[in-house]
């Protein structure tokens, strides 16, 4: 679900790697991530370190964000956009092993709740339906299924012919709701 194209998905950059070494020496540049999973809400955060033959450091370190060749401000990353992100460190003219982070999407509260919990099954009482997600109606964006045969309800609104008890959950992208039970009771047979 998280498959957004590596490549499509920005980093917040503020400039592009400088190149070029002022000796000869060869470094073994050490890149490692606190976690490797965050969630896509703006705030949950993964700290990089970097280490240069052995010793943690952030002088002249770069942390390179490969799906926009964008420099990380600093040694921490958060995002709004679910995906995959790929990072590297470099140091001089050397780049560290590629570490990928993942930024999954923030889990939603989605509410079913029913104006009245019994109906009378005649086909004309009706029971109407309301969906929100993370407390905003969002209804007409959601399915409602009646559990008792699998199938979608149309619209929000419910009425039966047949007595017995019917259970609902509602669908919002790939978040389910609770479940509510409505009882649809008997009609009164007319004497003859």
Aim: aromatic content about 8%; overall charge negative.
């Amino acid at each position: 679900i998280v498959a957004t194209a590596l490549g499509f998905v920005a980093c917040e950059n503020t400039e592009q790697p400088a190149t070029g070494g002022d000796d000869n020496k060869e470094y073994t540049i050490e890149f490692a991530a606190d976690k490797t999973e965050i969630v896509a809400n703006g705030s949950d955060t993964v700290t990089f370190t970097v280490k240069v033959d052995g010793v943690e450091t952030t002088e002249e370190v770069m942390i390179i964000c490969l799906n926009d060749n964008g420099v990380l401000e600093d040694n921490t990353f958060k995002t709004t956009n679910a995906g995959e992100y790929s990072f590297k460190a470099a140091y001089k003219n050397f780049t560290s092993e590629t570490v990928v982070i993942t930024a999954t999407e923030p889990d939603k509260v989605v509410e079913l709740t029913a104006d009245k919990s019994e109906i009378v099954a005649d086909n004309t009482d009706m029971v109407t339906f309301t969906v929100k997600v993370d407390g905003v109606d969002m209804t007409t964006e959601c399915t409602i299924t009646n559990l008792n045969y699998e199938a979608v309800i149309e619209g929000n609104t419910f009425t039966s012919d047949v007595a017995g008890e019917f259970v609902f959950v509602a669908t919002y992208d790939k978040w389910t709701s609770n479940k509510v039970e409505i009882v649809a009771t008997a009609a009164a047979v007319p004497p003859h």
